[in-house]
């Protein structure tokens, strides 16, 4: 917990914001769970319910275990209509999942996300922070393998 | 392209001469307004700035469907948008500046951050500290207010206005809350010989050559979509997920700015359009855009929380056949009575694209 006091020092100094410590947890340990919450919630002396009901709020800021790699697939409009249904259904069939599920490996969950920026590159998609782009099976099946 | 000048802090050393009062005269008299689709006069916005410990926040946080275009300045000429913070906080009297920086744009954050440092010599003789604040995957956190509550480190909730941030902003201090496209303008104003007129359009959808293009407002819809090569005869033209459609034949001679688009009853914003072949399904479409807006409602308020979920189920009732002529009649009462009386504009706008398709497409909405 070295690196959370850390950041958690950061935070009372005013060098970093509450969304930017959260993000930073996600990013070592995947995901906010209760017991990063709870002692965050000791530590800064903020209510627990408030910690909770603000990272709760943000789709990039999970509050339970999911897998290593979260793969968020844009189905807004112009992915929409570039063909991300078959991207979600190539993914689904890839690795033995629906929409809203983990791997039982732990490897991989499976998510919708709202419009990354990528409409010029559409379909896209993002896994955990890096973006994919003009998507295809093929492609799918390669960056898959990669990350296996 | 206009944006892709480079200023190499040619535009701050000007102002820097400049008294403040005459820095933001400018920029009124140049007529840049916000162009985050808020149409804003941004000298207008610099001159309400209330008195004492103020903030400057770059709304990097585009989250509307089809639009990309903070984007391509973040990764193209983000140097530009910097020294647009500079000036916007030298001529406010502003030490203190955020970049809201959306979560899915993160993995620009670092060339932001070196961009940053190198700027260390010129960000330091006006006594300015820029933080990078990220963004964690919320469409409703582009709103002015939502941001302010994003940075306070409280759930996003809308605020009522007034007071407006211009004097109760971050932290109950005036704030002043400015689009990436507008700061990107900021320095050109300065260097001179710059347009107004030039904005940035994303274009996507079914275009062979979909982009980021700086175009002329007032240019015939026809134009502009012609310049991302569309892949098929198109039907219907949307302005983002928020802005609702217009059919494209109809419209494709019409001179695109703010009031032409919304005398036809749907909304420019952002300047994002997506085009739509004739091959596609209206109610597709419609089901897609209000996917989205069930995903993205705070759930603060019961109209958008609970109406675009009834919304998204007729539309499904309508897509499978199994809908009555009373349920497309619930549907378009539903549409109106969701923008008249949500809290916030997620709300207000959440139906446009729902009322457009009834007026323009209303056969297609068979049961």
């Keep these: ?148 | 392209m206009q944006i892709l000048r480079k200023s190499n802090w040619e535009g701050f050393k000007k102002i820097t001469k400049m008294k403040r009062k005459e820095i933001i005269n400018k920029v009124k008299e140049s007529g840049l307004k916000g162009r985050s689709g808020s149409n804003f006069l941004t000298g207008l916005k610099w001159e309400l700035i209330g008195k004492g410990t103020r903030y400057l926040i770059c709304n990097a946080d585009e989250g509307e469907p089809g639009t990309f275009k903070d984007k391509f300045i973040l990764e193209n000429n983000p140097q530009l948008m910097i020294e647009g913070i500079a000036i916007a906080s030298y001529a406010m009297d502003i030490h203190s500046a955020f970049i809201y920086l959306r979560g899915e744009y993160s993995y620009l954050k670092p060339k932001l951050e070196k961009i940053i440092k190198q700027s260390e010599i010129y960000l330091k003789k006006i006594k300015l500290n820029i933080e990078i604040v990220p963004g964690a995957g919320s469409y409703l956190c582009g709103e002015e207010t939502a941001i302010l509550e994003s940075i306070e480190g409280n759930r996003p909730i809308v605020r009522r206005k007034p007071p407006y941030p211009s004097e109760s902003g971050l932290n109950s201090n005036p704030t002043c809350i400015n689009n990436v496209e507008t700061l990107a303008n900021i320095p050109l104003i300065f260097l001179g010989e710059w347009d107004n007129n030039l904005q940035l359009f994303s274009l996507s959808g079914d275009l062979k050559k979909p982009g980021i293009y700086e175009i002329e407002l007032g240019t015939k819809l026809e134009h502009i979509i012609s310049c991302g090569k569309p892949k098929k005869e198109l039907k219907a033209v949307y302005f983002g997920g928020s802005g609702g459609c217009l059919p494209y034949e109809k419209f494709k001679n019409l001179r695109v700015d703010e009031k032409t688009i919304s005398g036809k009853g749907a909304v420019l914003g952002a300047r994002s359009l997506i085009a739509v072949g004739k091959d596609r399904n209206i109610v597709d479409i419609s089901k897609t855009i209000s996917e989205f807006f069930v995903h993205e409602s705070c759930g603060y308020c019961t109209p958008c929380r609970e109406g675009n979920f009834r919304v998204l189920e007729l539309l499904d009732k309508i897509k499978d056949r199994k809908a009555r002529i009373i349920d497309v009649k619930l549907l378009e009462k539903l549409a109106y009575h969701i923008s008249d009386t949500s809290y916030c504009a997620l709300g207000v706008s959440s139906t446009t694209h729902l009322k457009c398709a009834l007026k323009y497409f209303k056969d297609e909405f068979r049961v």
């Design chain 1, 1 to 148: 917990m070295k690196k959370l006091d850390n950041l958690i020092s950061e935070y009372k100094r005013g060098e970093c914001k509450l969304i930017t410590l959260f993000k930073e947890i996600v990013k070592s340990k995947g995901f906010l769970s209760f017991e990063n919450l709870n002692y965050l919630s000791k530590n800064l002396d903020i209510p627990l319910a408030k910690l909770y009901t603000t990272a709760s709020f943000y789709s990039f800021i999970p509050t339970a275990k999911k897998g290593k790699y979260i793969i968020r697939v844009c189905n807004n409009l112009s992915c929409n209509l570039n063909g991300s249904e078959n991207i979600i259904e190539v993914l689904k069939k890839e690795l033995k999942i629906n929409l809203g599920e983990t791997t039982g490996d732990g490897k991989f969950s499976l998510e919708l996300t709202s419009c990354i920026g990528q409409c010029d590159s559409a379909p896209a998609m993002m896994i955990n922070n890096k973006i994919y782009t003009k998507l295809d099976k093929t492609k799918i099946r390669r960056i898959l393998r990669e990350l296996k």
